[in-house]
Structure formats: structure tokens, C-alpha cells
């Protein structure tokens, strides 16, 4: 036993965290986390993955109900929402949670600290804990290695003001009623996600993207369907303008924005009473006193790393998840913990792919992609083959019978040379299963033709792979 307190302590219990604190855990290090919220979980568990996915997946039902269920011979009368009990099951669902990490922390013998940590030095962490009588109490915890994965917040902007109206992605999934007209500054994955959840829900809303195109890192083809099934769905798209002012009307009750379009010039206004500001996240390092242990961090504040998730200028400081920058996912988050620990444990485990890492909006349709976007193998100068698949032209699209299938398909891009795939991208419902299929593929470098020859289930959405696989190898399909 070394004389440290812990061999391992980790700041931050997100997805990332946790994970890293279990699997130290396991193999056999002494193990603390710290956590300045007073639950586990981070922004995913308590104010993110799950409490949207539990809204969306809830309002898809009641939005299904009155849209679409009538076409497969069930009628009813009178249906209506319920918001408050529906919020009060998502609060019900993370309570379960965060009592099922309470419990793998004391299983796996992991000490909890609540409050804010500052490095000392290299080996000593100084813990802030507020007291209930609001007084502050610090306690110092030495250690061997420390993993930093404090995760990232909403980023924010000079022009925007505080107010109860104006909402992030934490407190948008926390109102007490549900927007009559809401504004949303931001196209990407979390914007287009919450927008969906309260179109359903009966809200008027409108997105306003200083890009030129929904999410923008994504597959073009991907951002061109979903502006049509948004568009379809009645929540009005505006892409390429920068926000110019945003203020306050009739007593608090009405948000006044101006945009400014690129292209022209010209100012045009939108009142709403609720406006969310989804324009990314940043890196949360505050009160870590980085700058004492020279970790060096770049111009937007992600702390740099090597290869193995170590901070350059300190060896016994590792940093993993949204902090690092990258794809700000939980499941990226997981492995990269999975991967420092194990390292640290003398296991010489695999490096995550980065390139393999699927990204899944769960609107519905669903979208997800792995691999490379057509515009990045463009500008690598890669020649290569496309194949597109129409999810309409299934059996089962038939069977479902919905519009979830009616812009949905499966893009598969391969390496002209090879064979190779390089990108796999799709939209349509139950993707974001169907994506693992396709980054095992890739992960074992399997070709176009491989994914072809595959026997798949019918009548399933999956059969898409086999008949896009078969237009990228052939530039044919059998069903159209």
C-alpha cells in the first residue's frame, strides 16, 4: 500500500466517472469520486440523456395517439396531456437511478465526496463542501493517479440575458408548463431533440441556425431530411443568420429576438415566451486550479492530452469525456475512462476508434451515423462509392405504415479501391440500434460487399444495410 490516501481519484461522476470509478474499483485500486452536485449521475444521468430520452420517448406516444394510431383500427375519445405527472415520472426515473449508483458505489467499496475540488499540487485535492448552515468546510484527500471528468455546461453568449424564459438544455427539461411559442437558438443534436419533444407536446416552434444547415457535423444527407420531417411536423427552420438582440416584453412574459440574415442583410423579429439557447457546450474546469499544475488547456478550454489520456505536463493526471473536447457523448465518455484504468492497471487495452464512435439524435424518425460524412472523405481526396436505400421500400415500412419510414434510408460510403466501408448514415425508426450493427462492421474493417453477404432478418428495418450494401458493391438493390 502506497502512502497516499487513494490510489485512484476521480472528479466528476457522469457517465465517464462512474465507470472509471467502478472498473478501478474491480481491479483492485483504492478508489474516491468527487462530485460537486449532491447526486451522481452528472449532466447525462440528471439534467440530459436521460431525462430527454424519457420526454421524447413519452411525447412520441401521445403525438403517435393523436396523429397516426387511428390508421391501424384504434379509436378512443377525449385524449389529453397530463404534463405534471408526466414530469413527475422522469423525476421519479432519475431518482431510481441515482439510488442504483449509490449502491454500486458502496458495492464496489468507492468512497463519495460531495463538493468543489481544487488541486493543491499533484497529489492533493482540497474538497469545498457547503455545510447546512451555508458555511463552507475544506477537506484535503492525497492520491496517486487522479482522472479529471468534470464534463462540459451550456455555452453561452454577451447577448444573451438571464430570465426564467430563457432556457438551456438543463432547465428546458425542468419547465413547470409547456411553451405556447418557443424559440430555439441552435440546430444541432440538442436543439432539434427538445424542439421535437415540445412540438409534440403542442408548443409552435421555430429554430433559428446561424449555419447553413441543420446538424451541421453530420452527413449532408442526413440534414436535408431532417429539415423536411421537421418542416412536415410544423416547427418552421431558419438557417444562416446571427442573432442581433434579444430582450424582454410586457412584463417578462415575451421574448423579442432579431436575427440578421447572411446573406442580405436583412433584420427580421421573433416573439416567443420561452427561447432556448443550444448553441454547444464548453468545458467545465472551473476551481480545478489547472493553471497551478501547468495543464495546459487550448483556446476554448479543453484540457489537452496525449495518446493515453494523460495530461501533457502532468503524468499522474489524466483527462476524459467532454473535458478533452471531441464528441461530447456519454458512451465516448465511458470507454475513455474504461481505457485510462485499464492502462494504469498495466492491461494494455485497445485505444478507442474516434472515427467509430456513433452519434444518434432520438427524435422520430431517429437518426444516427458512424464513420466519416461524404464532405470529410471529399476533402481527404478519397475516391469512393455511395449507396442509398429507402426505408419506404421495406416490408416492414409497409407494416408501420407511418411517416417515420417516409424519409427515412441507410447511406452506406465506401472506399472505391477497397471496398472498404468509411461511413455508414441513416435515418428512420429503431436506428439507433441498427447503428451497433454497422460500427461493428467497420470496426473489423469489413467492406461493402462483407455487409452484403450477411443474412438478415425479414421483415426488419436491418434488411436496409443488406439492400444499401448491395448498391454500394453493385449499384443495384432487389427491392427497388
Given at each position: ?22 472498473r ?19 449532466t ?11 420526454l421524447?420517448?413519452?411525447?412520441k ?31 421519479d ?65 454577451p ?10 438544455s ?14 430555439v ?6 436543439g ?33 431530411s ?33 436575427v ?16 432556448l ?18 495543464i ?5 478550454g ?7 489520456l ?39 487495452p485497445n ?34 462509392n ?8 421495406l ?52 467492406t ?20 444499401a ?11 427497388i
Amino acid at each position: 500500500m502506497n502512502n497516499y490516501s487513494y490510489d485512484i481519484v476521480i472528479i466528476g461522476s457522469g457517465p465517464g466517472g462512474y465507470v472509471a470509478a467502478i472498473r478501478a474499483s474491480q481491479l483492485g485500486f483504492r478508489t474516491a469520486i468527487i462530485e460537486k452536485d449532491t447526486h451522481l449521475g452528472g449532466t447525462c444521468l440528471n439534467v440530459g440523456c436521460i431525462p430527454s430520452k424519457y420526454l421524447l420517448h413519452s411525447s412520441k406516444y401521445f403525438f403517435l395517439s393523436k396523429k397516426e394510431y387511428h390508421s391501424y383500427g384504434i379509436t378512443y375519445d377525449n385524449i389529453y396531456l397530463n404534463f405534471n405527472k408526466m414530469m413527475n415520472k422522469k423525476n421519479d426515473i432519475i431518482n431510481n437511478l441515482n439510488i442504483g449508483l449509490q449502491f454500486l458505489m458502496k458495492k464496489n467499496k468507492i468512497d463519495i465526496y460531495h463538493g468543489l475540488a481544487t488541486f493543491k499540487n499533484k497529489h492533493v485535492i482540497s474538497i469545498q463542501r457547503i455545510q447546512k448552515d451555508n458555511n463552507y468546510i475544506n477537506q484535503e484527500i492525497q492520491f496517486k493517479y487522479c482522472i479529471i471528468a468534470t464534463g462540459s455546461e451550456s455555452q453561452t453568449h454577451p447577448k444573451f440575458i438571464k430570465n426564467k424564459r430563457i432556457l438551456f438544455s438543463k432547465n428546458a427539461l425542468s419547465i413547470h408548463e409547456i411553451p405556447k411559442r418557443l424559440i430555439v437558438i441552435g440546430g444541432g443534436i440538442i436543439g432539434i431533440e427538445l424542439s421535437a419533444i415540445y412540438q409534440r407536446l403542442g408548443s409552435q416552434v421555430i429554430i433559428l441556425e446561424t449555419m447553413d444547415k441543420l446538424i451541421s457535423n453530420m452527413d449532408h444527407s442526413l440534414s436535408d431530411s431532417m429539415k423536411k420531417i421537421l418542416e412536415e411536423n410544423s416547427i418552421q427552420v431558419e438557417t444562416s443568420l446571427l442573432i442581433d438582440n434579444i430582450q424582454m416584453l410586457k412584463n417578462n412574459t415575451e421574448i423579442y429576438i432579431t436575427v440578421v440574415k447572411k446573406n442580405n442583410g436583412k433584420k427580421i423579429n421573433y416573439i416567443g415566451d420561452y427561447c432556448l439557447i443550444s448553441i454547444g457546450r464548453i468545458p467545465y474546469t472551473q476551481h480545478l486550479n489547472l493553471n497551478q499544475l501547468g495543464i495546459k488547456q487550448d483556446n476554448k478550454g479543453f484540457i489537452l492530452v496525449n495518446e493515453h489520456l494523460q495530461c501533457n505536463t502532468v503524468n499522474n493526471i489524466y483527462a476524459i469525456g467532454d473535458v478533452i473536447g471531441g464528441k461530447m457523448l456519454a458512451h465516448k465518455a465511458e470507454e475513455e475512462g474504461l481505457y485510462v484504468v485499464e492502462y494504469l492497471a498495466g492491461q494494455n487495452p485497445n485505444k478507442l476508434n474516434y472515427n467509430l464512435v456513433p452519434s444518434i439524435i432520438y427524435t422520430y424518425p431517429e437518426v444516427s451515423s458512424v464513420g466519416k460524412t461524404e464532405a470529410e472523405i471529399k476533402n481527404e481526396k478519397i475516391e469512393y462509392n455511395i449507396g442509398i436505400f429507402p426505408l419506404k421500400n421495406l416490408g416492414i415500412s409497409k407494416i408501420i405504415d407511418n411517416d417515420s419510414c417516409k424519409h427515412g434510408f441507410v447511406k452506406i460510403i465506401s472506399k472505391k479501391s477497397t471496398d472498404e466501408i468509411l461511413g455508414i448514415h441513416m435515418i428512420g425508426p429503431n436506428v439507433s440500434e441498427i447503428i451497433m450493427t454497422a460500427a461493428i462492421a467497420m470496426e473489423f474493417r469489413a467492406t461493402s460487399e462483407d455487409l452484403y453477404r450477411i443474412c438478415y432478418p425479414h421483415p426488419t428495418f436491418s434488411e436496409s444495410l443488406k439492400e444499401a450494401a448491395l448498391m454500394t458493391f453493385t449499384k443495384q438493390a432487389i427491392h427497388i
